[in-house]
Structure formats: C-alpha cells, structure tokens
C-alpha cells in the first residue's frame, strides 16, 4: 500500500548521555529528552507544510492542524490518513474529498515552521491576519472550576513529567473532568493535537475549558476559536495582539495561572466568584 520504504516509528522520548555538574563535582549521568521529528503534511500526495514536532498522536495533529489552517470543515472530510515514516521524517498523509482541494489554494504554505512559531511560511499577512469565528455560549464557571481544570491537567503530562521539556494542551469539562490532553515539543501543535483528539471524538467544546502550559501568542487564540472554546487559561502571559483577537472572537482568556489564582483580561462575565 505504500510506495516508499517502511522505517521505524521514532520513540516521542529518548535517554541520552550526560555529564551533570553539582556543587563544582561532575558525573556522568543519563538524561531523558524529547525527540523532535519533521513532520510533513500533505493532501492527496502535495506536499503543503513541513512542521518540526513530537511524534506522538499524529492522527489527531494531522486532524487538528488541518482544522485550524481552515484546509478543512469537520474530520469527515478527511477521507484517509496514513503516517508513513522515512528516513529523515514522518509524512502525515492525508486523502481529502474533492470539494475540499480547493481550500488548499488559500492557506498553502512554503516554508517549514520551527516548534516555536505557528505561523511561518504564509503566503500573506491577510492569512497570519485572518479572521475567526465569533464564540457564543451562555456557559459560565467558578474560579474553583478554573483551578481544578489546571491541577487536572499536571498528571496528564507524562512525557513533561519525564522530560521537563514539553507543551501540554488539555480541555477540562465541569461535568466530565479532563477530556483529552496532548503533548509536543512545540505549543502550538500540542493545541492541534488537542483540537484534532476533541474532533474525531466528537467532543463539543461548549462549557469547557482549553488549558495551555505556555504563553499565548495570537495562532493560540486563533485555534481556540476555531475549536469554539469559550475560556482558554495560560500558565504564562497573553500577548496584547492575543488579548485583542480573544475580545474580537468572544473568548474568555485568563493567563498566570497558578496554584493561588489567575488573571483574567477578556470577558470576564464567564467567570463568577
């Protein structure tokens, strides 16, 4: 079935040697590390983005990120993926229906995106720039919820836990607890893992909570609303285009989460005392 030599899956996390330095004294060690792979997507055998990513979860980065880029609707229209693995990467390979070709001309991209940027590669500032959907729920939460939706998501974190190295996206419900979390080298394909987990569970995001272990930058709010998450918390801090594309699209944003509360700076009314 597939035309190109089968490689091994590479393991998300790795032990590498070290020599650690302790009170002036050095000794050999061992030290676990994430892996970052090249992770290239592409649709009906075109290529469209190179991302440098952890590979894990794949089918849900392929998913999610093919959302958020806006290449797709819902998962159904993505007719088949395959991750075939070679020996300087991994392709995520997608087959689309064929109304759906025609989304690629608008957001296509030519460069490879770094695990630190979402946004490298367009074609113009209109698309960094683009527009996103407005968020309209009633759903209301607690500070208490809030809270509980960040200490949910430490345990979920085994690869950080393992590497103090990765980024974690989760979406916290009040009645259901943590849904989903996922994990990546980079915090923006941590979050499409998350979209593209939500989506081909069939998860509503209506009344729950996005919960980032990084700061939010504009794509992250971007995402967010595509996904139609109506509260997204950070540990860190927003930036102010963050902060103005969260007002526009009618998302709670609350940043600084810690153990003893957390700052909110777009539509506060969400959360009651």
Not at 49 to 78: K, Y
Not at 88 to 115: F, P
Not at 143 to 172: C, D, I, K, N, Y
Not at 194 to 222: D, K, W
């Amino acid at each position: 079935m597939f035309d190109a030599p089968l490689e091994p899956a590479p393991r998300p996390i790795i032990s590498v040697a070290s020599v650690a330095c302790r009170d002036g004294h050095l000794m050999p060690g061992r030290r676990v590390v994430p892996e970052e792979t090249a992770v290239s997507l592409t649709y009906n055998k075109d290529s469209f983005a190179v991302m440098m990513a952890t590979p894990s979860d794949l089918e849900d980065f392929a998913v999610g990120f093919s959302l958020t880029e806006g290449v797709i609707q819902a998962p159904g229209d993505v007719q088949d993926i395959e991750i075939v693995h070679h020996p300087r990467g991994i392709e995520a390979r997608m087959w689309l229906a064929a109304d759906r070709l025609d989304a690629l001309d608008g957001r296509r991209r030519h460069l490879a995106g770094a695990v630190g940027c979402g946004l490298c590669g367009l074609e113009s500032l209109d698309a960094a720039m683009r527009e996103v959907p407005r968020v309209k729920t009633d759903a209301r939460l607690t500070p208490a919820m809030v809270a509980e939706a960040l200490a949910a998501l430490m345990p979920a974190q085994t690869l950080h836990r393992e590497t103090s190295a990765l980024h974690a996206a989760g979406f916290w419900h009040p009645e259901q607890g943590l849904v989903a979390a996922r994990e990546d080298i980079g915090r923006h394909n941590a979050l499409d893992k998350l979209v593209g987990a939500l989506a081909r569970a069939g998860q509503s995001p209506e009344g729950g909570v996005v919960v980032l272990t990084s700061r939010v930058s504009v794509e992250m709010v971007q995402k967010a609303a595509i996904l139609g998450a109506p509260v997204l918390v950070a540990v860190s801090a927003p930036s102010a285009l963050a902060l103005r594309t969260a007002e526009a699209a009618g998302i709670t944003l609350a940043g600084i989460a810690r153990g003893d509360g957390f700052e909110v700076f777009t539509h506060p009314g969400r959360i009651r005392a």
